[in-house]
């Protein structure tokens, strides 16, 4: 069973920086992916950025790109999405999920989930 807790959540001004960390336990698989997600009030839940083991890059959503950075401590088995220059739009909560396969950025394809945390951004 995987387990993941996010945590770095919070509140800061555009244009402020954020970094996300997301622990996991549980992981045996070799290959998998793991990714954020955020959902805004009223809106669906989207992915963020996501990296496959077995791919060399990672994947980013367009609102992102050249802002947000997704990385992975093996060692330490957690997930970092560092966030720049942020936004007001980037507001919601912020999801970790593990995937078994390649997940890309379709939450519908990750069969696990942190709790969520919070970042609020205000112009």
């Known amino acids: 069973q995987v387990q993941l807790v996010e945590s770095g959540g919070g509140s800061v001004q555009a244009g402020g920086s954020l970094r996300l960390s997301c622990a996991a336990s549980?992981?045996?698989?070799?290959?998998?992916?793991m990714g954020w997600f955020r959902q805004a009030p009223g809106k669906e839940r989207a992915g963020v950025a996501s990296?496959?083991?077995?791919?060399?890059?990672?994947n980013y959503a367009d609102p992102v790109k050249g802002r947000f950075t997704v990385s992975q401590d093996n060692a330490k088995n957690t997930l970092y999405l560092q966030m720049n220059n942020l936004k007001p739009e980037d507001t919601a909560i912020y999801y970790c999920?593990?995937?078994?396969?390649?997940?890309?950025?379709?939450?519908?394809?990750?069969?696990?989930w942190g709790q969520g945390t919070q970042v609020s951004v205000s112009s």
């Open positions: 999920a593990y995937s078994h396969g390649n997940g890309g950025l379709n939450p519908r394809w990750y069969a696990y």
């Open positions: 549980g992981v045996t698989a070799s290959t998998y992916s």
């Open positions: 990296i496959y083991t077995g791919a060399p890059r990672p």
